[in-house]
């Protein structure tokens, strides 16, 4: 006999699918960011590392913990679901906590990452990886040196330079010299600012997930919360409301006497 309201509990499973869900979503885009930045393709990326097992781990427990849900609630299984409750208590309090620093701290991303930047001048005299990453960067966003192209000195490379087809997509500036007769076409933009919106993009991505999985782990909470007890209190059996004695008709005060028929 079924034990939990059937409504709860078809609830509770929607829930726990999209749960499942999002946890293969996650795992896909770790999938797309290995594949997008595989050291084959761009060595300056090697340190991606943590940063995809965080996801695949992020990804694999929130479809483990979805399916586990689902599962106790079809089968109405108390162990499954009190696995799944303290689960979902300490992933709702991991996101908190992680959450409301990195939004505190997003504010401060481009002042940081601007400093940091900065200390890499002048571009022509840097580390070889440096200049790799610039280069790269240049190549890719179709942009000239980090704030501007005086960032290479009078060494511009030649990731700067605007071919006939890019002058037609991109904003590119003319560029002379005094000891050349020659004129050369570079991309107009900086690369820094353009970095700087992918990045305060990734966090913005980073913080609704973080938070809206908060919510979802809030949210499992209350139903697993709910079905735990109506599970503890099987087989209740309606209440009902009786009259109290005191309205209920007794018997009469009295009893009216016949007299019984005289025999003959």
Request: proline letters at 6%.
């Amino acid at each position: 006999m079924a034990q939990i309201n059937s409504c709860l509990k078809r609830t509770f499973i929607g829930f726990n699918f999209l749960f499942a869900i999002i946890g293969g979503i996650i795992i896909g885009l770790a999938v797309l960011s290995q594949i997008l930045t595989s050291a084959e393709k761009d060595p300056s990326v090697e340190g991606r590392g943590m940063g995809l097992i965080v996801l695949y781990i992020m990804g694999t427990v929130t479809m483990l913990l979805g399916l586990l849900g689902a599962f106790g609630a079809y089968k109405e299984q108390k162990l499954s679901l009190v696995v799944f409750l303290v689960c979902m208590v300490i992933g709702a309090f991991l996101m908190i906590r992680g959450g409301i620093p990195a939004a505190i701290s997003r504010p401060q991303i481009e002042g940081v990452l601007e400093e940091k930047f900065r200390d890499l001048l002048p571009l022509n005299s840097a580390s070889f990886q440096v200049k790799h990453m610039a280069d790269t960067l240049q190549t890719q966003m179709h942009c000239c040196g980090l704030f501007s192209y005086t960032d290479w000195n009078n060494d511009i490379p030649a990731s700067c330079l605007c071919s006939d087809e890019d002058e037609e997509k991109y904003e590119c500036r003319m560029l002379g010299y005094s000891y050349l007769s020659q004129r050369r076409s570079i991309y107009s933009k900086p690369c820094f600012p353009i970095l700087m919106h992918y990045i305060l993009l990734l966090a913005d991505i980073s913080l609704g997930i973080i938070f809206t999985l908060a919510a979802l782990a809030v949210l499992g909470v209350v139903l697993s919360s709910i079905m735990i007890h109506q599970l503890r209190q099987p087989n209740r059996t309606t209440v009902l409301f009786s009259v109290p004695a005191i309205f209920t008709s007794g018997p009469p005060k009295y009893q009216e006497l016949h007299n019984p028929p005289p025999p003959y």
